[in-house]
């Protein structure tokens, strides 16, 4: 039963014009976040596509060997293009074309080696383009990158290729079967033909848009991350530490817990310079900043390379006792590191003085200012009183 006609050769010729002006727009809008060759490679399919469909539309005025037999390889060629390029916005896909260009040489032998009916010509390429669209869908449904956009296009070329595989079918059981045949699995193909070649010039402007938000995201996130951290060791920076250190005292009056804070300084680090040089004195701090990441372990700690050769360590919820414990233990690691130093008035090897401050924040005076003072007042004492030292209270 058919349940509405549609004039074939009317559907076509759309086609045929719907894909070049598709190809007219895409070839004025171009991306630096797409690759070039994926580009060409969807406005080559466009492209093909289009002539095929003009191709077809002429069934019956020009020889079957121009409109069923270049017209059918040119379309299944363009299909498998535009399929190639949706896939491969973000990156190169080496297997898929691969096996893009298997598919359609084995399209393109089967065809032209078989094909010699009406019917023949429907079924052979109705199911080599329902293979290229599942190619597709699979490619969309395994994707590790999740959105609404690309689950929409997996849903979308697993019905085209539903009805592609309908229309391929009822081709193979009726031996009359033919492209101008008003049929409803043959209008239902092309109308949905018509509104895919629509939704993929969308879809590769929009998947174009996705993989350029996400190196957007991606440079901000670097970005970000190089604006809070130390270049030299990877410790965080003063800016990390303001914002850190102001958020925990926040968090630690609301809960009435204790925050710590240690301000750690490698003793006679000017001289160490002076004697080693500054190449040395770099790879002196970055061993040292690697000490310091064994001892603070947890997600809330907070190490940071506040000055040249100071440290400042934020522990939340973290009593005196217990910072004096991690202090003493950072000492001792950066001792046990025995790195050479010549220069120091107070040992053989690099040491570190620190001060080590622990307070519940319960007033507003007891802010970020307040932590480090405290903290440098007891640092401080630690050098005068000798160095090589922690000075906990």
Known sequence: ?????????????????????????????????VAH???LQFLAGKLLQGTSWMLLALRGKIPDVFSAHVGNSLLLVGFALEAL????????????????????????IVFWGFARQSNQY???????????????????????????????????????????????????LHADYKLMSNEFSQDLTFLSTYFLMIISGSSFLLLQRERTDELLRGVNQELDQLAHIDGLTSLANRRKFSEHLTYGILESRR?????????????????????????????CLVQVAQELKQHCRRGTDLIVRYGGEEFAIVLINTDITQACQIAESIRNGVLGLSIPHAASDVSD?????????????????????????????????????????????
């Open 349 to 393: 090897c690099v040491t570190l003085s620190l001060g080590v401050f622990s307070a519940i924040p319960v007033s507003n005076e007891h802010d970020y200012d307040w932590y480090i003072i405290e903290a440098d007042r007891r640092l401080y004492e630690a050098k005068h009183a000798g160095r090589d030292q922690c000075v906990c209270r």
């Open 1 to 33: 039963m058919i349940f509405f006609e549609i004039d074939m050769t009317t559907v076509l010729i759309f086609l045929f014009f719907g894909n070049l002006a598709t190809a007219g727009l895409l070839a004025i809008y171009s991306s630096d976040s």
């Open 85 to 108: 390029a949706i896939i491969s916005v973000e990156k190169p896909r080496k297997k898929w074309e691969t096996f893009y260009a298997i598919i359609v040489t084995v399209s393109i």
């Open 255 to 283: 809960r009435a817990e204790p925050l710590a804070l240690i301000m750690a300084d490698i003793d006679f680090f000017k001289k160490y310079n002076d004697h080693y040089g500054h190449v040395y004195g770099d790879r």
């Open 122 to 172: 429907v079924y052979i390429s109705s199911a080599f383009a329902a293979l290229m669209f599942l190619s597709v869908t699979i490619f969309f449904l395994r994707d590790s990158k999740k959105s609404v956009l690309r689950y929409s296009l997996s849903v979308i070329y697993a019905v085209s290729c539903f009805i592609l595989l309908v229309r391929g079918t009822n081709a193979f």
């Open 37 to 39: 060759r994926t580009y």
